[in-house]
């Protein structure tokens, strides 16, 4: 290997996020045309007719550069959260988010505190810079073990990823539980919660995570445009923090990282209430359905506070399904062979997963 002494150490030894397969990659491998994709978390409804509008509009000038503060975007997302415009942090993709906390924060030597399982950025990220993932075991209810985390934390720690509700298990941490942890940090340390499917959650004492950026220089909240405003396809996604971490993270980020039609197409989806309101209901009755099915079926699962489930449909599942034409995300990469994790599609996509899963499991 004639890169092997040049490529950095802990680079080489990452292994890639592995996403959730296209439909493309099955009609090529398998040739299985017209595949049902529950496998991203993605919007089933599509993206908001105002921000395909906007990126319309838009597509003329892509000649020219974007505007590197995101200004509109900044100042419409500001009024809407009740920040100011220089607490907001753009990224392509919260996923960049994550990237610029870990190069702005860690060095070799540093730990970082994440659930496991939960979002596979999260060691990528950190292991990238040569620092080392603490990753403190979910509860057995699937649910973060906040009080675990809060001792797992010492002088080498610099961040701790919360990630509510979490990937891949769909469950959420409620108030009480998470104040007292916030309480428990100490201050230097960085916390970023990972709120990328808090516009799914209906538990009524889901955390204000904003009032903690208020009160706690070093607390961030990760938010994106891909999930409940369905533009997953053009990457946008921010941090909300105060305004020092906010001004050391924008020295990290590129210029232009945020494209043109991404900063327009969010604007546009951000304005457009009916629908966000439409994306939470297909996906409340999806959820309903997908549990009742589920349970029906004897397949274990758990109370989900996002626009996915966790259920225990057995180790071959995720192959089967694949065969049956509905490609689903495997878990056995977070060391649980006998789950999957199931999106919520359109009610004919949740049925046609549904139908397979009966076929499967020889259930007529
Ligand atoms: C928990 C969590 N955080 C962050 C992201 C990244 O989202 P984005 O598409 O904004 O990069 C995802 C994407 O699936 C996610 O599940």
């Not at 092997?4 to 090529?28: D, F, M, S, W």
């Not at 040569?130 to 961040?159: C, E, F, I, S, Y």
């Not at 007292?180 to 990972?194: K, L, N």
């Not at 297909?282 to 959820?287: C, Q």
Request: glycine share 8%; with cysteine; net charge negative.
């Amino acid at each position: 290997m004639a890169l092997e002494k040049t490529v950095n150490e802990h680079i080489a030894a990452l292994q890639p996020y592995e996403p959730g397969k296209p439909v493309e990659q099955l009609a090529r491998e398998l040739g299985i045309e017209g595949a049902v994709k529950l496998a991203s978390n993605e919007s089933p409804i599509g993206p908001s007719k105002r921000a395909v509008e906007a990126i319309r509009r838009e597509v003329g000038n892509i000649h020219r550069y974007p505007d590197g503060a995101s200004f509109e975007l900044r100042v419409a997302l500001a009024e809407r959260l009740s920040l100011g415009g220089e607490q907001l942090v753009f990224g392509a993709g919260a996923d960049e988010i994550l990237e610029l906390l870990a190069k702005s924060l860690l060095s070799p030597g540093d730990e970082v505190v994440h659930a496991w399982p939960s979002f596979a950025m999260y060691p990528i990220v950190v292991q990238g810079m040569g620092a080392t993932p603490v990753q403190v075991p979910l509860t057995d209810d699937l649910v973060h073990d906040l009080p675990a985390m809060a001792k797992a934390v010492n002088d080498r720690t610099k961040l701790v990823f919360v990630c509510n509700p979490n990937n891949p298990t769909g469950t959420s941490v409620g108030r009480d539980a998470f104040d007292a942890f916030m309480e428990a940090i100490p201050a230097g340390v960085v916390v970023a919660i990972d709120e990328a499917y808090v516009d799914f959650a209906r538990r009524e004492d889901f955390p204000d995570s904003l009032a903690w950026v208020a009160r706690r220089p070093g607390t961030i909240v990760l938010r994106t445009f891909s999930k409940i405003f369905g533009l997953a396809g053009v990457r946008v996604g921010y941090g909300a923090t105060d305004p020092e971490l906010a001004d050391y993270l924008q020295r990290a980020r590129h210029p232009f990282n945020v494209n043109r039609l991404a900063e327009v197409a969010a604007l546009a989806a951000l304005d457009d209430d009916e629908h966000a309101d439409r994306a939470r209901s297909v996906n409340a009755e999806g959820l309903e359905y997908l549990t009742r099915e589920l349970v029906d079926l004897g397949v274990e699962v758990w109370p989900s506070d996002a626009n996915f489930l966790l259920a225990r449909t057995g180790p071959d599942a995720y192959d089967r399904l694949l065969c049956e034409g509905v490609i689903v995300r495997s878990t056995a990469g977070f060391g649980m062979p006998d789950c999957i994790r199931v999106s919520v599609g359109l009610p004919k996509e949740n049925q046609h997963f549904i139908d397979a899963l009966k076929r499967i499991r020889g259930v007529r």
